[in-house]
């Protein structure tokens, strides 16, 4: 199931960790594309690039300059666009509905106040939780729920490190 990140409204500096962690989550937990707006940050990139290199698989991060442009865009090909936000419909009540849909996923997570437009575009406006919480969660859980626990097991090809599982210590492979 081909599945997009895009992460809204992006700020030097104020967002330079969040962004990052939401981007390493969504390539951990299984998603192909991270697309952002708000301020381009060619840094930010680079360090993803960087990641994917040393640990693999074929993530990619991309800018957009109109996040609901790009929406609109993504609407029109038959992309299916899911906003994560604590106002939505509860994930356990329509996650079956999204996984049988064959449709690519996108799924929208915010940044700054995000407008009403995007709950407008989105086909669905989903909550892991009706309670204030970060937007790397809400990413993980619901990834982890869509794809139901397989990205556990995934191994990313051309990864150059490779992490053994320990009971205590640390034990990390490094490939030619």
Do not use: C
């Not at 895009?6 to 700020?11: K, N």
């Not at 915010?110 to 989105?122: F, L, M, P, Q, T």
């Amino acid at each position: 199931m081909a599945t997009v990140i895009l992460r809204l409204g992006h700020r030097f500096v104020r967002d330079d960790r969040v962004t990052m962690h939401i981007f390493l989550a969504a390539r951990a937990f299984g998603a192909e594309q991270a697309v952002y707006s708000g301020q381009q940050d060619p840094t930010m990139e680079g360090q993803v690039k960087e990641i994917v290199k040393k640990w693999g698989g074929n993530f990619t991060v991309e800018y957009t300059s109109d996040a609901l442009k790009q929406l609109q865009t993504w609407k029109q090909a038959g992309r299916e666009l899911i906003h994560l936000t604590m106002y939505g419909l509860p994930v356990q009540d329509v996650i079956e509905k999204i996984r049988r849909s064959p449709r690519e996923k996108v799924i929208i997570i915010g940044g700054a106040k995000v407008k009403r437009s995007i709950y407008d575009v989105a086909e669905w406006n989903i909550a892991v939780t009706s309670q204030p919480h970060s937007e790397i969660s809400a990413l993980s859980v619901f990834l982890h729920i869509l794809f139901q626990g397989a990205e556990l097991e995934k191994m990313h090809e051309n990864a150059r490190f490779y992490i053994i599982p320990q009971a205590h210590g640390k034990k990390m492979i490094q490939t030619e």
